[in-house]
């Protein structure tokens, strides 16, 4: 006997509203989406952001898609559209010190969780990014490629981009030299030639390799000049 509501992962769907629109027509709305920024960045948060939006399909969220595919112009004009037509909205962030101590893959998870549970609606059914989620508090079915397949999902992921590249552009003055402004915390060749003569600040994940081989260095460095 099949069970409902299914666990496979959908790769794919026909449009941005496709999956939310049957599962509302099924009863199992509303509909959260949830996705996050900055995973594989080397320094700076992670963020997660969950969303619910109206079944209506407003004019205003008509660009939505992967935040990635979006320029970063277009994502600052949909991001207070986003806050303004959704029904829900909730962004979660983990510093960098908190990614190193509870391992990126457990934290993307428990924001997903802490995200979902910061709506101010409960959702009846979640689609999140990639992830299979447990623990959440109404099904859930992980998709991937979600930010290019569901509308919930991509308006999270805006959501999620937006604030992570603000806390960045601020750190880039609080730490200036790295660039942070432009790279948002990842390994560009401009990003490790800063930490090749800077060395990691205080907002690098000091469980990532490079900046852990970096931090060996500096300590063999300074044990020898003793």
Do not use: Q
């Not at 619910?52 to 595919?69: C, F, I, N, Q, T």
């Amino acid at each position: 006997m099949t069970s409902w509501p299914p666990r496979t992962i959908i790769r794919r769907s026909s449009g941005l509203r496709t999956m939310e629109s049957a599962l509302v027509r099924s009863g199992l709305g509303p509909v959260a989406g949830v996705d996050e920024a900055g995973r594989g960045a080397c320094a700076g948060p992670l963020v997660v952001a969950a969303c619910v939006l109206a079944p209506k399909p407003y004019p205003a969220l008509a660009r939505l898609d992967d935040s990635k595919k979006l320029t970063e112009r277009t994502r600052e004009e949909l991001f207070p559209a986003i806050t303004r037509l959704a029904v829900a909205w909730s962004v979660v962030s983990f510093p960098a010190e908190e990614v190193d101590r509870m391992g990126v893959h457990v934290a993307n998870i428990e924001g997903m969780r802490r995200a979902v549970a910061g709506l101010s609606t409960t959702p009846g059914y979640v689609l999140t990014d990639g992830f299979r989620v447990p623990g959440l508090p109404a099904p859930s079915l992980p998709v991937i490629g979600g930010d290019a397949a569901a509308a919930c999902i991509a308006a999270a992921s805006v959501l999620a981009k937006v604030s992570r590249d603000r806390v960045m552009v601020a750190m880039d003055e609080t730490h200036p030299g790295y660039g942070f402004a432009i790279h948002k915390g990842y390994n560009t060749p401009g990003h490790l030639a800063a930490l090749e003569v800077l060395g990691p600040c205080p907002e690098h994940r000091r469980s990532w390799s490079n900046i852990a081989a970096l931090l060996h260095r500096v300590d063999k460095s300074s044990g020898s000049a003793r």
